[in-house]
């Protein structure tokens, strides 16, 4: 089993929709026993929380369906994880920060590292402070990016 873990500051906006964004390309190559993934969120901020109203309503119209409670990512995440995937340069700092260095094994990038039309900054921008347009933003980012990682992991690991 291929498992993937998708990290942003809150888990409310960015991180659970990468996550459900990912799974639905999962879903279409029939790969659900293959790859599973889940999300969490850096910051405390949060815990236990459904992802933020804004966030379920842009989803839907995309038809996308959120079901996630927030939780913050911690260390043993590295060992449970083969692909660890920040939303932006300041939560993958934070990631790095509390990685043991004995634990090698998983993969740690960057979101936007398969984001083809990603600009000069690598992050999946933070929507949360901003309006609705920033939210379908962060959907077709993230729908891109998904895409090419799914493509990367079934070459990697000879899935077709
Ligand atoms: P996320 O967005 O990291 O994409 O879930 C945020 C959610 C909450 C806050 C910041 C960003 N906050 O400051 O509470």
Redesign the pocket.
């Given at each position: 089993m291929i498992k993937v873990l998708f990290v942003?500051?809150?888990?409310?906006?960015?991180?659970?929709?990468a996550e459900e964004v990912f799974k639905h390309y999962v879903q279409k190559k029939g790969l659900e026993n293959k790859i599973i993934c889940d999300s969490a969120?850096?910051?405390s901020?949060?815990l236990g929380e459904n992802?933020?109203k804004r966030?379920i309503k842009n989803a839907r119209n995309n038809g996308i369906e959120l079901a996630h409670k927030?939780r913050q990512f911690n260390v043993n995440d590295f060992e449970d994880f083969d692909y660890i995937l920040a939303?932006?340069n300041s939560?993958l700092q934070n990631i790095l920060k509390l990685k043991p260095a004995h634990i090698d094994k998983c993969e740690i990038c960057l979101m936007r590292d398969f984001d083809e039309v990603a600009k000069a900054s690598k992050d999946?921008p933070?929507?949360?402070?901003g309006g609705d347009e920033g939210f379908q933003e962060?959907f077709e980012i993230l729908e891109r990016a998904n895409s090419k990682f799914l493509d990367h992991l079934l070459e990697k690991h000879q899935l077709m």
């Open positions: 942003c500051l809150g888990n409310i906006c960015r991180s659970p929709l969120g850096t910051s901020y949060h992802p933020d966030t927030a939303m932006d939560n999946v933070d929507p949360y402070f962060v």
